[in-house]
């Protein structure tokens, strides 16, 4: 079985130009190095994972490795069960960037030595804040965080660190290692156009748009379990294996010789999982409402299931799948290609890389069940709802000849997302490439522009050797509405050649062709200013005295928290800025606002001077286990801060510290 050719992505090792802005971000991390190839495991043997030639058993599980890092989004859905967060008393998600950070802006960029990803155990770097072991604060890692859902290469051996990464406090799966509920599972996490959760022993799968809310003043799309995947065989373990800025990988651990694992990757319409000797077992969010072979260019699906004329029938559906229903008490089905429907009127459409015999119980219809041991890919792909504002339930009689988007499903199984990287470069209108808008000409000549490359590693389901079209096959992906406005259209299928319409809570996913894709945009200067009117002379006057008053009044406070003391810095800053704007507008001869600008540049040195040297009640420090910065407050207490100590922040009091930092440059020069 041929599962794990390696991926041919050619963009995998191209290094950025010097304009090309890295793709490492401190909250988003990787377990990749800066090359954008993951990164070697020197004296481990392949065995240890699921990629590689050949899926094969290993008892390696848990030697170390030399994994770097990168980053990921973050992306958030409701329980099906509760419209309501999670109680107070548990952790606080982790999630936002710390109001801090905003506050220091490019400071930090200056004085933070980012670690060298090459290195397997690498460095924090130049951090100048207190470096602080959370323990020592009664908030330990293990407060919030399950540490045994990590694979043992991802964790630092080097105390106080916790991972040998910062860890990426703002990724999407981040609500996978929060300590999970009552039952045992995890919070969701979004991978579009699907959600998981994952326990002890299953992964659930959810098409959360299916079970949309929509109220007098919100729309949510529920968290309901429509497909969990097992196996028969208990898993003994379960971790993160690697994350990047796509994807996630979890991996269910049996015996050395029997595991299965799944990429969950952004944009795929699929839900893929590698077995290895395993039996897999799915099982619907009430009931499956019948098994079926995919139909072909003659017919419709037929549902054998409840076709009475089919009781005790046998039929084959050229080598691609086949039905017995022979047994009364279960129908077997045999192949490669399978559709099952739930009550809920949801369909489902399954590849597997080699065939396989699939068991539904008929009594129940609570299960599909692979009657041996597998070893190979499956995928699972939902069948939604046309663009002919079809109900759910009208996706029964698609078929392969009627439905353009079912076709490109089937068509495109056969290639498959392991992860993906974001890059981006700034450019001017002279190289930009893609056939995107271009801005008024009288801005042309000084625009600038960025283009967003994703760029997916790919595997293929079958030995393509032996299959040398299966290899040219593109990948198929989703884009997210704002990411189909600015693609370019030849990469986009568009209603007439795909048909079916995957929703999520940002609207309608636009199918992608190919596993490099960019999109150019160009980049606005918004100023700090808006259009500036003549003052008469008595209202400048008016105004620069207040502002000279409350330069002496209203100054920032050293015992204010972290959150206040940015707002009252960011005060400062723009009774500076006003002050500087209509002092050059003045008659400066004999005018006393002649240096208000230089008094109100001073103090704002000062009490930055003060914030940044950690001379304030509510100081910087650095979280040695997670790699990175806090407040002092919010190490002392969950609460405190906005949840700062665990990461998390408000829009008001971000908003407040980014109009400082835009506001600084114009003051300096």
């Given at each position: 079985?041929?599962?794990?050719?390696?991926?041919?992505?050619?963009?995998?090792?191209?290094?950025?130009?010097?304009?090309?802005?890295?793709?490492?971000?401190?909250?988003?991390?990787?377990?990749?190095?800066?090359?954008?190839?993951?990164?070697?495991?020197?004296?481990?043997?392949?065995?240890?994972?699921?990629?590689?030639?050949?899926?094969?058993?290993?008892?390696?599980?848990?030697?170390?490795?030399?994994?770097?890092?990168?980053?990921?989004?973050?992306?958030?859905?409701?329980?099906?069960?509760?419209?309501?967060?999670?109680?107070?008393?548990?952790?606080?998600?982790?999630?936002?960037?710390?109001?801090?950070?905003?506050?220091?802006?490019?400071?930090?960029?200056?004085?933070?030595?980012?670690?060298?990803?090459?290195?397997?155990?690498?460095?924090?770097?130049?951090?100048?804040?207190?470096?602080?072991?959370?323990?020592?604060y009664d908030d330990p890692v293990e407060n919030f965080l399950a540490m045994d859902l990590f694979h043992p290469t991802l964790l630092s051996e080097t105390i106080p660190r916790t991972f040998i990464f910062p860890f990426p406090t703002g990724a999407f799966w981040t609500n996978?290692?929060?300590?999970?509920?009552?039952?045992?599972?995890?919070?969701?996490?979004?991978?579009?156009?699907?959600?998981?959760?994952?326990?002890?022993?299953?992964?659930?799968?959810?098409?959360?748009?299916?079970?949309?809310?929509?109220?007098?003043?919100?729309?949510?799309?529920?968290?309901?379990?429509?497909?969990?995947?097992?196996?028969?065989?208990?898993?003994?373990?379960?971790?993160?294996?690697?994350?990047?800025?796509?994807?996630?990988?979890?991996?269910?651990?049996?015996?050395?010789?029997?595991?299965?694992?799944?990429?969950?990757?952004?944009?795929s319409p699929y839900a893929t999982i590698k077995v290895l000797n395993a039996s897999p077992i799915f099982s619907p969010l009430s009931k499956f409402k019948s098994v079926q072979c995919p139909g072909d260019d003659n017919e419709k699906f037929s549902d054998f299931t409840d076709?009475?004329?089919?009781?005790?029938?046998?039929?084959?559906?050229?080598?691609?799948?086949?039905?017995?229903?022979?047994?009364?008490?279960?129908?077997?089905?045999?192949?490669?290609?399978?559709?099952?429907?739930?009550?809920?009127?949801?369909?489902?459409?399954?590849?597997?890389?080699?065939?396989?015999?699939?068991?539904?119980?008929?009594?129940?219809?609570?299960?599909?069940?692979?009657?041996?041991?597998?070893?190979?890919?499956?995928?699972?792909?939902?069948?939604?709802?046309?663009?002919?504002?079809?109900?759910?339930?009208?996706?029964?009689?698609?078929?392969?000849?009627?439905?353009?988007?079912?076709?490109?499903?089937?068509?495109?199984?056969?290639?498959?997302?392991?992860?993906?990287?974001?890059?981006?470069?700034?450019?001017?209108?002279?190289?930009?490439?893609?056939?995107?808008?271009?801005?008024?000409?009288?801005?042309?000549?000084?625009?600038?522009?960025?283009?967003?490359?994703?760029?997916?590693?790919?595997?293929?389901?079958?030995?393509?050797?032996?299959?040398?079209?299966?290899?040219?096959?593109?990948?198929?992906?989703?884009?997210?509405?704002?990411?189909?406005?600015?693609?370019?259209?030849?990469?986009?299928?568009?209603?007439?050649?795909?048909?079916?319409?995957?929703?999520?809570?940002?609207?309608?996913?636009?199918?992608?062709?190919?596993?490099?894709?960019?999109?150019?945009?160009?980049?606005?200067?918004?100023?700090?200013?808006?259009?500036?009117?003549?003052?008469?002379?008595?209202?400048?006057?008016?105004?620069?005295?207040?502002?000279?008053?409350?330069?002496?009044?209203?100054?920032?406070?050293?015992?204010?928290?972290?959150?206040?003391?940015?707002?009252?810095?960011?005060?400062?800053?723009?009774?500076?800025?006003?002050?500087?704007?209509?002092?050059?507008?003045?008659?400066?001869?004999?005018?006393?606002?002649?240096?208000?600008?230089?008094?109100?540049?001073?103090?704002?040195?000062?009490?930055?001077?003060?914030?940044?040297?950690?001379?304030?009640?509510?100081?910087?420090?650095?979280?040695?286990?997670?790699?990175?910065?806090?407040?002092?407050?919010?190490?002392?207490?969950?609460?405190?801060?906005?949840?700062?100590?665990?990461?998390?922040?408000?829009?008001?009091?971000?908003?407040?510290?980014?109009?400082?930092?835009?506001?600084?440059?114009?003051?300096?020069?």
């Open positions: 079985m041929g599962a794990g050719n390696k991926n041919n992505n050619s963009n995998e090792a191209v290094s950025l130009s010097a304009r090309s802005r890295p793709q490492y971000h401190y909250f988003y991390g990787s377990t990749e190095d800066g090359s954008g190839v993951e990164a070697e495991v020197p004296d481990v043997d392949n065995d240890d994972s699921l990629f590689g030639e050949e899926l094969v058993p290993t008892d390696r599980e848990d030697e170390p490795s030399t994994l770097g890092e990168r980053d990921l989004p973050h992306l958030i859905i409701t329980n099906g069960d509760s419209s309501k967060p999670p109680p107070r008393d548990r952790p606080y998600p982790i999630g936002l960037v710390p109001i801090s950070m905003l506050v220091l802006g490019v400071v930090l960029f200056l004085v933070v030595v980012f670690p060298n990803q090459s290195d397997p155990m690498p460095a924090y770097g130049f951090v100048p804040y207190t470096h602080v072991d959370r323990s020592a996978l290692v929060l300590k999970a509920d009552e039952e045992g599972l995890s919070y969701p996490i979004v991978v579009y156009p699907y959600a998981y959760k994952w326990s002890d022993s299953y992964l659930q799968l959810s098409y959360p748009a299916a079970h949309r809310v929509v109220e007098k003043l919100s729309i949510r799309d529920a968290f309901e379990p429509d497909i969990t995947i097992s196996t028969l065989e208990d898993a003994q373990n379960r971790y993160i294996t690697k994350f990047d800025p796509l994807s996630v990988t979890l991996r269910f651990v049996s015996s050395p010789g029997s595991k299965w694992e799944t990429s969950l990757v952004q944009g076709n009475a004329e089919a009781e005790g029938s046998r039929r084959r559906l050229f080598g691609v799948c086949s039905i017995d229903e022979s047994d009364k008490k279960s129908t077997t089905i045999r192949g490669v290609q399978f559709i099952f429907k739930n009550a809920e009127g949801l369909s489902w459409i399954m590849f597997a890389s080699e065939p396989m015999n699939l068991v539904f119980d008929t009594a129940t219809r609570t299960t599909i069940k692979s009657s041996a041991k597998f070893t190979g890919i499956i995928r699972l792909a939902h069948i939604p709802e046309t663009n002919s504002n079809q109900t759910v339930s009208d996706s029964d009689e698609k078929t392969a000849d009627s439905s353009t988007g079912l076709r490109r499903l089937i068509y495109h199984a056969g290639v498959y997302p392991t992860g993906g990287q974001v890059s981006w470069e700034f450019h001017s209108p002279a190289s930009s490439t893609t056939g995107t808008s271009t801005p008024d000409t009288k801005t042309q000549s000084s625009a600038r522009y960025a283009t967003v490359t994703f760029d997916y590693a790919t595997q293929t389901m079958l030995d393509t050797s032996h299959i040398p079209n299966e290899a040219a096959k593109p990948l198929l992906m989703l884009a997210l509405p704002h990411h189909s406005n600015v693609l370019p259209t030849n990469v986009m299928l568009r209603s007439k050649k795909f048909d079916l319409v995957f929703h999520s809570i940002k609207g309608p996913l636009t199918p992608v062709v190919g596993s490099t894709w960019s999109y150019t945009e160009p980049l606005v200067d918004i100023g700090v200013d808006g259009p500036f009117k003549e003052i008469d002379p008595k209202i400048r006057r008016q105004i620069l005295e207040q502002i000279d008053d409350d330069l002496d009044q209203l100054l920032p406070t050293s015992a204010e928290n972290i959150y206040g003391f940015g707002k009252q810095i960011s005060r400062l800053a723009q009774l500076t800025h006003i002050s500087k704007k209509l002092h050059k507008d003045a008659d400066q001869t004999n005018d006393f606002s002649t240096g208000l600008p230089e008094k109100g540049t001073a103090l704002l040195s000062n009490y930055l001077e003060m914030f940044l040297s950690s001379q304030v009640t509510d100081k910087l420090v650095f979280d040695s286990n997670l790699g990175g910065l806090v407040s002092s407050n919010g190490l002392l207490d969950t609460a405190e801060d906005f949840g700062n100590g665990r990461y998390n922040g408000t829009f008001d009091t971000s908003s407040s510290s980014s109009l400082l930092g835009e506001k600084i440059p114009h003051l300096m020069y």
